[in-house]
């Protein structure tokens, strides 16, 4: 950074802003004097003079003129209000001092100068309070300017701008009002300030919502022209969506006050669109429609809102425009892209929409079901790779919940009669793509193909007997048997990583799918092959991840029905062949991988490159159910692990103790430790998530601290540079005898300055190393506490089902003791001469017990079992 390192005398020395020292002191000595005669002239004309000069200096010489004249200008608009021109003078020089922009040539260390300026307007409440009066004034020369202010003054200090405006006597409803202006430019310029002051508050978006945001927001696109319209049409759409997004109460009020239904006009195309082309700002503007409609049918929603708008968006016929959309010629990439996305996120889960979408049929020759339509589009490798992305979220959409779609196209692959052999179907266009040579038709197609049987295992079942015949004299292949096969001859990563997923996914909780996979003599060899390679590369890496979950998977679903490859023989397979630490290390690859993480935050896939193509998101979220209880199994593969889906089985277990003869006390003890044990675990992990959050909030309160204090030291920087010219312009007044004193002094501050600035690089070293330890806490609480959660959760369950259990047991064994007693009475009635009961040994206390309960009293007990 160039600093006063001239030499005194005639050689001109440059500053930081790219003005010489004199040109500074110059202007430094002016704006000294004009903020003095702003201060103390009594006649107002003599203070509206300096007003408009500072307001021309304001551009050249930002430092000074708000380093020094802030305060008078403030003052001034207190004072002078009666006076517009003074008014209009004194605003537009503070919207030049706080400009979030550099200005004229400014150098980029005066970036952060807007922010360090509006900090002190801001930190007065009442200097807000009377910008935001000065609205009310028509004069336009005051009520433009002082809207841009405001603006400028939320864009560099949102936060805090926010806060006092909302506090602030009917600010917000100055602030609406304006959208009432007659004058174009003054409504344009209050749209982009309630952009501004919607961000990120959600108080403040419900105020406006209440305050009939939507209707003057939709009344003003309509009067442009929908998506025709202008850049203004594209700054309403902007305010609509911070308006909605993240804000459920606003999303509820958007949707019963009916205003999903006027959206209509903006989706509806004129027949000339495919030949005329679309304009970019039509482009933009259709672009932002289509969010607005994203964010009510958001996946991250809560479920009943969401469904609730996708109810009202097809009962208003927006769905049936989407897929017109969707199917219509001449529409651009970009923008079809995010229409076919649209249409996912309008059907997802909602059975009636994904009916309709299912019985939508393309205008071709011949004409086909739109769901074709978009697989053909899918594994068509000339497609922009964007559009391939969309097509695949919304075929996952349709398939999300929706059995009877997951069915048709399962049956599609089975062996069937009739006309239909000879129709192009989707399951036979997916398995076209696992076939092709296209890596990428690979991937789309496998991860396509596990949405079809995810979660559904009766499919699963069915996708087995699928058969295939590879050459025309050779015999049928099964598809399972097709996919190992193109595994071991695959030397393709994208192939391997989308094979060993779709595995994974068609292994989960199937059993009779496992034991298929481990039939095949080739697989579990493989398996082992990929674990325990050498390579060090980094996405190899992640196919030895994938190889060791599906292992996992294999012994986690093991149905014990392949001799070879029990879950005993596969512990001892795996200690012995890779070893425990070398599979929990392959594992936890990916979980640290970018990628991974990346697929798991966001539903929709926004791969740049094909080579972007690793992970699905729904894999991810089932890598990070099961990675744990994996390694659990692995750890204690006889114990006392319980099965995810099997907690019934477990009880099962007790009543089976029970009638082998075992007492409930001791049943009551065992479970009793189970669930001591699992406390125990719950509060360890408790105090590892405080821990963490501790961690966690220290770790941004120092990031926080320090980047305050990188921008009071940018800010000190700059204010020293001010400073030093007002110094050297008083130096030059004195005496040449003082030129060695000031030069001490000069060398003393550039000391400072370079001491600041070593610091500022320190403090800077210092937020890059705690960023990655922040990430990286973050990421292992919320994976912690996802753990935490499920744990508890099925704790939960398991002991409210033991309990009710036990209350059952209990009851029955009661009953049983009085029946005995009854039965006991009745005995010694009826035959003294019998013998002593303790002469009768077990069984034919048993046999007669039995005998008694199948007689006529009580018969209601054939059934029990001792």
Not at 196 to 216: C, M, V
């Amino acid at each position: 950074m160039e600093l006063f390192k001239g030499v005194w005398g005639g050689q001109q020395t440059t500053t930081t802003n790219g003005r010489s020292v004199q040109d500074q002191q110059t202007g430094a000595e002016t704006v000294e004097r004009l903020v003095e005669r702003l201060l103390n002239s009594t006649l107002l004309t003599d203070r509206r003079d300096a007003c408009r000069a500072l307001k021309a200096l304001s551009k050249k010489y930002r430092v000074e003129v708000g380093a020094q004249g802030m305060d008078a200008i403030l003052t001034s608009l207190e004072s002078d209000r009666i006076d517009s021109e003074l008014v209009s003078y004194a605003l537009e020089c503070l919207l030049n001092v706080t400009s979030p922009e550099l200005l004229e040539d400014e150098d980029s260390s005066l970036s952060s100068m807007g922010e360090q300026f509006t900090e002190i307007i801001a930190k007065k409440p009442d200097n807000l309070t009377m910008l935001v009066s000065f609205m009310e004034e028509y004069d336009f020369r005051i009520r433009l300017p002082v809207i841009r202010l405001v603006t400028n003054l939320l864009t560099n200090k949102p936060k805090d701008v926010q806060e006092i405006l909302l506090v602030s006597p009917m600010g917000i409803s100055k602030i609406m009002d304006l959208l009432s202006d007659s004058r174009e430019v003054v409504r344009n310029d209050a749209i982009l300030l309630l952009v501004a002051l919607t961000k990120n508050n959600a108080n403040i978006q419900k105020i406006i919502a209440f305050e009939n945001g939507f209707d003057r927001i939709l009344q003003i696109i309509q009067e442009e022209g929908y998506s025709d319209g202008g850049p203004v049409v594209e700054d309403s759409l902007q305010l609509f969506l911070n308006l909605l997004r993240s804000n459920t109460s606003n999303q509820t009020f958007f949707r019963e006050g009916s205003y999903i239904k006027k959206l209509v006009p903006f989706f509806t195309l004129p027949d000339s669109d495919g030949d005329l082309g679309w304009p970019t700002q039509k482009v933009s503007n259709f672009y932002h429609m289509l969010q607005i409609v994203r964010t009510l049918t958001s996946p991250s929603n809560p479920s009943h809102i969401t469904l609730s708008c996708q109810k009202v968006i097809k009962g208003c016929g927006i769905l049936e425009c989407l897929c017109e959309i969707v199917m219509a010629n001449g529409i651009p990439s970009e923008t079809l892209a995010e229409a076919i996305a649209t249409v996912g996120e309008a059907i997802r889960g909602c059975l009636d929409n994904q009916e309709y979408f299912g019985s939508v049929v393309a205008p071709s020759e011949p004409p086909r079901p739109v769901l074709v339509i978009l697989l053909m589009g899918l594994i068509n490798e000339r497609q922009p790779l964007s559009l391939r992305c969309s097509v695949l979220y919304c075929i996952q959409c349709h398939f999300y919940k929706n059995e009877k779609s997951q069915e048709d196209v399962i049956k599609s692959l089975l062996p069937s009669t009739g006309d239909a052999v000879n129709t192009l179907t989707a399951g036979q266009l997916l398995c076209g793509g696992l076939f092709s040579k296209d890596i990428s038709n690979n991937w789309f197609s496998s991860v396509a193909l596990s949405h079809t049987i995810m979660g559904n295992m009766k499919q699963k079942e069915n996708l087995l007997k699928v058969q295939f015949s590879l050459k025309a004299n050779s015999g049928p292949v099964t598809l399972m048997n097709y996919i190992l096969m193109s595994l071991q001859q695959s030397t393709k990563l994208q192939m391997r990583t989308a094979f060993l997923q779709f595995l994974s996914i068609w292994l989960e909780g199937c059993p009779n799918a496992v034991a298929q996979f481990l039939s095949n003599p080739t697989s579990v060899p493989y398996l082992i092959t990929q674990i325990t390679s050498a390579e060090s590369d980094e996405k190899e890496a992640l196919v030895r991840g994938l190889a060791s979950f599906m292992m996992g998977i294999c012994l986690f679903f093991n149905p014990n029905t392949v001799t070879a490859f029990t879950k005993e023989s596969m512990v001892q397979l795996i200690n012995n062949r890779i070893g425990m630490e070398t599979l929990s290390d392959a594992l936890g690859q990916i979980s640290k991988s970018e990628l991974y993480i990346h697929s798991l935050k966001h539903p929709q896939l926004g791969a740049k490159h094909s080579s972007d193509l690793i992970f699905d998101h729904y894999f991810c979220i089932m890598f990070k159910k099961y990675e744990s209880l994996i390694l659990q199994q692995l750890n204690d593969p006889g114990g006392s692990h319980v099965h995810v889906d099997s907690s019934s089985q477990d009880f099962s277990k007790l009543g089976h103790m029970v009638n082998n003869h075992q007492s409930p006390t001791d049943v009551i003890s065992r479970y009793k430790e189970v669930i001591r044990t699992q406390d125990e675990a719950i509060a360890t992990l408790k105090k590892d998530v405080y821990s963490l959050q501790s961690s966690n909030s220290v770790s941004s309160s120092t990031i926080e601290e320090l980047t305050s204090e990188v921008l009071q030291l940018k800010n000190q920087l700059v204010l020293a540079n001010a400073q030093r010219a007002t110094t050297e312009l008083s130096s030059e007044k004195n005496s040449q005898a003082h030129i060695a004193e000031y030069q001490t002094i000069l060398q003393r501050k550039d000391q400072q300055l370079r001491e600041m600035e070593d610091r500022l690089r320190g403090l800077e070293s210092g937020i890059q190393m705690k960023n990655p330890i922040q990430e990286e806490l973050i990421s292992k609480l919320e994976e912690e506490n996802k753990v935490l959660v499920d744990e508890v959760e099925k704790m939960k369950k398991d002991q409210e089902e033991l309990l009710e259990l036990l209350a059952e047991q209990d009851s029955r064994i009661l009953k049983f003791k009085m029946q005995l007693q009854s039965l006991g009475v009745q005995i010694e009635e009826d035959d003294e001469t019998a013998e002593e009961p303790q002469n009768l040994d077990g069984n034919e206390t048993v046999d007669l017990a039995t005998n008694v309960f199948n007689g006529g009293e009580h018969s209601d007990n054939e059934n029990f079992l001792l």
